[in-house]
């Protein structure tokens, strides 16, 4: 099509009057408050397609429940390996006080070292640095108090619990 044609069908189309037709969907005959209805069930029924029911709690062999989910996630993990790797006995605890944090003491308690886990390495420091927790070597996130530990089992316990520790 050239322009000269192009133009002359636009000045054609000028005089008439464009018809629009209204887009036809199965819904128009019905009132809006039937749609919404409709519109709620069908996204309340697709809500809940294959969800498992969660499980109530108290419930036996919790962990083989289907809608169970939860991990226990124990940041000693990796100390304990270590620990254990290095053949030094330790028992897993948690500490007394209102935090309640998970612990690790080394060999027999007024001897041995313990290793107390604190949620971040700003905890650890400010408590230290605060001077509540005077007697402890902070070790990323851990305090690590060497009791009366010996020199060679210090070190183990240090390199163990530096594992994860960036820097």
């Known amino acids: 099509m050239t322009d000269r044609q192009a133009d002359a069908r ?10 629009q037709r209204p887009i036809h969907y199965p ?9 919404a209805a409709a ?8 809500s809940g397609c294959g969800i498992p029911p969660k499980p109530v709690a ?3 062999q919790l962990r083989k429940h289907a809608g169970f989910y939860g991990l226990r ?3 000693r993990i990796p100390q304990a390996k270590c620990l254990r790797r290095d053949k030094l ?5 948690y500490a007394d006080g209102a935090e309640h944090l998970p612990a690790i003491q080394v060999g ?3 001897q041995g070292p313990t290793i107390i886990f604190y949620p971040t390495a700003g905890i650890a420091q400010g408590l230290q640095i605060m001077g509540k927790e005077s007697g402890a070597e902070v070790i990323g ?16 316990v240090e390199d163990c619990a530096a594992i994860g520790v960036p820097g």
């Open 27 to 35: 819904g128009t005959h019905m009132t809006p408050l039937k749609v």
């Open 10 to 19: 636009a000045n054609s189309l000028r005089g008439q009057r464009l018809v």
């Open 58 to 60: 108290g419930t036996a």
């Open 73 to 75: 996630d124990d940041p």
């Open 141 to 156: 996130s851990l305090l690590v108090y060497p009791n009366q530990a010996h020199h060679k089992i210090l070190t183990k």
């Open 39 to 46: 519109c709620g069930l069908v996204a309340l029924l697709i």
């Open 89 to 93: 006995p330790y028992r897993e605890y």
């Open 108 to 110: 027999n308690a007024p």
